[in-house]
């Protein structure tokens, strides 16, 4: 990809720099291809940039647990709301809290993209990457 | 007094700088409050003073400005699609707030406003509540369709979608206890090692020769929070760009 673009970028020069003050439709062509050039450019670096990033030793844990600790704790909420307010005293509670810890190891999971996210056009994130955000 | 210096908690503490007592609410003008004024201030200011005078070919400072529009725009078209671009104003206000709180708290003796979970935590549910509120107004009930994901057998259904929700749900918890922790975090380990240089320092000769080590540590350490801060902020905002990204396309 690099290379195309480098062998592009060289040749563009030669073969344009004939007429390089030709009028305005030259410089209408030299700005459309500088923007493609620069799609074309920017697009292969777009992946890794704006996919995660890769997080290193702290910053993986934080970001791991919390999304562990968030999915066990939304599940107790959820459990303790439903005893609270329907009666089923620990019933709730027990199964909303095993809810919960599936919930937390499929965040887990997706976080780090072991897991592809099964409803198509959500959650751009994972690895299928730009691949549906139209 | 030495505990009071080298205490790594002392700078969360919020003060009251103006008491305000409506009701029985305790709506006090605190140490939190101030920063977040001076944060929304800087932010603004620095916007408006720099691209109040524009030219074509742009100054430096005006080209910062550009620069985090170009950033956070295309962070948002890859995120969430071209339609995206209707919450531009939104993420790019969220962006620029976190980004210059996280920076304004780097500075000595400044309160780090995102380092309290109720702030952050607030910042998330304003996103998990713009997502469903414009999911349930643009898509209604196929909203729902979230949950569901397809090719599951009938009988897993309802676990698949209760765990789905439960996921769902833990979406703010996790996107506001991961801006807190790392502010938190680096700031209490910064102020743990500088504690040291103190502790040291205060030893006489060996331990100012022995207070260089967590001198260094320090220096390097604060040059990672930088980087923290502008990550975090970013993580936030991309996070923001993917969960708007359901409310505008929820499966199908």
């Known amino acids: ?134 | 007094m030495a505990t009071d210096k080298v205490d790594p908690i002392h700078q969360f503490h919020l003060n009251d700088l103006i008491p305000v007592n409506i009701g029985g609410l305790d709506l006090s003008f605190t140490n939190s409050s101030l920063f977040m004024v001076i944060v929304a201030v800087v932010t603004a200011g620095f916007l408006y003073l720099t691209t109040a005078n524009r030219g074509l070919v742009p100054t430096r400072l005006q080209s910062i400005s550009e620069m985090s529009y170009e950033f956070v725009a295309s962070m948002l078209r890859d995120g969430a699609g071209s339609q995206g671009m209707r919450f531009f104003p939104f993420v790019f206000s969220l962006f620029m707030f976190i980004l210059v709180a996280n920076l304004v708290g780097m500075v000595p003796y400044f309160f780090t406003v995102t380092s309290h979970i109720i702030v952050t935590f607030a910042f998330s549910m304003l996103v998990i509540g713009l997502v469903v509120v414009y999911g349930f107004w643009k898509h209604g009930f196929h909203f729902l369709n979230l949950f569901v994901p397809s090719g599951v057998p009938g009988a897993l259904m309802p676990l698949v979608v209760m765990i789905e929700v439960i996921s769902f749900l833990s979406r703010p918890i996790s996107l506001s206890v991961r801006l807190f922790a790392n502010m938190l975090a680096g700031h209490i380990t910064l102020k743990v090692f500088a504690g040291f240089v103190f502790s040291l320092g205060s030893m006489g000769a060996i331990g100012i020769g022995g207070a260089i080590l967590p001198l260094a540590m320090t220096v390097a350490l604060t040059g990672l929070e930088f980087l923290v801060a502008f990550l975090q902020a970013y993580v936030f905002a991309v996070l923001t760009c993917m969960y708007l990204n359901d409310a505008l396309h929820p499966g199908h």
């Open chain 1, 1 to 134: 990809m690099v290379d195309s673009n480098d062998a592009d970028r060289n040749a563009n020069p030669g073969a344009g720099g004939g007429n390089p003050e030709k009028g305005g439709d030259s410089l209408e062509a030299r700005r459309k291809r500088l923007a493609t050039e620069l799609a074309a450019r920017s697009a292969p670096e777009a992946p890794e940039v704006e996919g995660r990033e890769k997080p290193q030793g702290f910053a993986l844990a934080v970001k791991l647990s919390s999304e562990f600790i968030a999915g066990v704790l939304v599940g107790a909420l959820l459990g303790y709301i439903l005893d609270r307010f329907a009666g089923t005293t620990p019933w709730g509670m027990i199964v909303f809290l095993l809810l919960g810890f599936c919930a937390g190891v499929l965040n887990v999971l997706r976080s780090t993209g072991a897991v592809s996210t099964p409803v198509p056009g959500s959650r751009s994130g994972s690895t299928d990457q730009g691949t549906h955000n139209q």
